[in-house]
């Protein structure tokens, strides 16, 4: 997206990036309602890197004043590309997008290079992690959070959250965690960890976690 969209909504906002030769690309990312105070940055996937099954990855609502909201953001790659959302918490309405329901599918209609954002309704504590997005054609996701207190709301400062999803298709089952050095033991590494099959175990850090498909853990 080349500009904040302002909730739910579909626009035509999105650039199309095209080169003669390979390159990497990432985008950086400056969110309302802080734009001067906080922003993320996230590696880009080629087209030929996209898919049609997506599992969202955000953090929880909360109202603090002003709404800082988790989101979801898909773009689309061809004409009449129908997108099915299955939200994990209630998405707001927008302009011809009706509200979503927590755990009832809505299909919408997506042409390429219309974006469609959604944006959590509330009350606090409502996240989109989880969420079900297919599509049949592929396209990009987003996911991420306006200002997110992590790990919880007693957190001092919220910071933006942005990051381009990987389709279920390029998922895997063995990951490292790299630390990041001259941390003190006040600050650690947050793991979010997302089945896509019912069923799942996760052995981590000595535990051992069972998920179901969409549900996730935090480590």
């Known amino acids: 997206p080349n500009q904040e969209t302002e909730g739910t909504e579909i626009n035509d906002t999105p650039l199309l990036l095209t080169t003669d030769q390979p390159v990497t690309a990432w985008q950086l990312n400056t969110p309302t309602p802080l734009p001067n105070y906080s922003a993320d940055a996230s590696l880009l ?3 030929h890197a996209l898919g049609t099954d997506y599992i969202g990855v955000s953090w929880k609502h909360r109202a603090n ?3 800082l909201a988790g989101y979801l953001t898909v773009v689309a790659t061809e004409d009449g590309t129908e997108v099915t ?3 994990t918490a209630a998405v707001e309405a927008g302009p011809g997008i009706p509200r979503m329901p927590a755990g009832q599918p809505v299909t919408l209609m997506l042409d390429a290079g219309q974006l469609l954002a959604l944006r959590t309704e509330g009350p606090d504590g409502a996240d989109l992690t989880g969420t079900r997005i297919t599509a049949t054609a592929p396209v ?11 790990p919880t709301t007693s957190t001092g400062y919220c910071d933006h959250l942005e990051e381009q999803l990987t389709p279920v298709s390029r998922w895997g089952t063995q990951f490292v965690v790299p630390v990041i050095a001259q941390r003190s033991d006040e600050n650690f590494e947050l793991v979010r960890v997302v089945a896509a099959t019912n069923g799942t175990t996760v052995n981590a850090l000595g535990q051992v976690h069972s998920l179901n498909a969409g549900h996730y853990v935090d480590l």
């Open 45 to 47: 996937l080629p087209v």
């Open 65 to 67: 004043g002003f709404t």
């Open 85 to 87: 959302v299955t939200p």
């Open 140 to 150: 990009a996701v987003f996911g991420g959070h306006a200002c997110a207190n992590i």
